[in-house]
């Protein structure tokens, strides 16, 4: 900013600008004009897909991560969609590598560090998605703190879209497991999922330990990982 000296013009020069501050009459260069490519337009319109549905993901899951609002575990998140959005740009279907699958919400505590098997995920349709749970011995399997006599394992299932604003988030199921020494029989469930296509379907898994009926709520007990990865076009 600078002082007119002799004048009190107000207006436009090029690119200098006259006009008036309280009671001073001064002078300033007009902004450049600064000229978006394609580029840059699409790279505005994907981080404004990356904020937002990171944001609903956290809303969505805010029950069961421990911090919703850890700032390291939201930078975390919105890297992997912006590789999401470049996993789908390229075609690709390899699902298993997809840059959400194994995805932790906390990011401390791994769900294989307290769980000794793998969920059995698979698509039977478009819209319809099962979940089983193997034969187990809940104590050889099953990492829990002193104390714990039962064992949620709860999935939850989230559609959404880059395309569309529109998302659905289904409750998905809860396999309650007593934690015992002795053979637990397995348990599946056929999971119907809203959706409207184009979208993406996370399939996450949160592990809970009870003590009588008590939740244990400390994030070293909380671990919540995407363990399927589903797209629908």
């Given at each position: 900013m600078a002082i007119q000296k002799d004048t009190e013009f107000i207006g436009k020069i090029e690119n200098l600008i006259y006009y008036k501050?309280?009671?001073?009459?001064?002078?300033?260069?007009?902004?450049?004009?600064?000229?978006?490519?394609?580029?840059?337009?699409?790279?505005?319109?994907?981080?404004?897909?990356?904020?937002?549905?990171?944001?609903?993901?956290?809303?969505?899951?805010?029950?069961?991560?421990?911090?919703?609002?850890?700032?390291?575990?939201?930078?975390?998140?919105?890297?992997?969609?912006?590789?999401?959005?470049?996993?789908?740009?390229?075609?690709?279907?390899?699902?298993?590598?997809?840059?959400?699958?194994?995805?932790?919400?906390?990011?401390?505590?791994?769900?294989?560090?307290?769980?000794?098997?793998?969920?059995?995920?698979?698509?039977?349709?478009?819209?319809?998605i099962r979940v089983k749970i193997p034969d187990i011995n809940p104590v050889e399997l099953i990492r829990a703190p002193a104390g714990?006599?039962?064992?949620?394992?709860?999935?939850?299932?989230i559609s959404f879209s880059f395309d569309h604003v529109h998302s659905y988030y289904n409750t998905g199921a809860i396999f309650d497991i007593p934690y015992i020494n002795a053979t637990h029989s397995g348990m599946s469930t056929d999971l119907v999922i809203q959706h409207q296509t184009p979208c993406n379907v996370l399939l996450v898994a949160a592990l809970a330990f009870f003590q009588e009926d008590t939740r244990l709520e400390r994030p070293g007990y909380k671990p919540v990982e995407v363990v399927g990865v589903f797209g629908w076009k």
């Open positions: 501050w309280r009671d001073l009459y001064c002078i300033r260069t007009a902004p450049s004009l600064v000229r978006q490519t394609d580029a840059t337009k699409k790279a505005a319109l994907n981080f404004g897909k990356v904020s937002s549905r990171s944001k609903l993901l956290r809303k969505l899951l805010d029950q069961l991560i421990a911090n919703p609002r850890d700032g390291e575990m939201q930078k975390r998140l919105k890297k992997a969609l912006w590789a999401s959005i470049e996993f789908a740009e390229s075609d690709n279907d390899d699902f298993l590598n997809h840059p959400l699958m194994g995805f932790r919400f906390n990011e401390a505590l791994a769900l294989e560090e307290c769980l000794g098997f793998k969920p059995q995920i698979s698509a039977e349709a478009e819209g319809h714990t006599n039962r064992v949620q394992l709860e999935i939850k299932s």
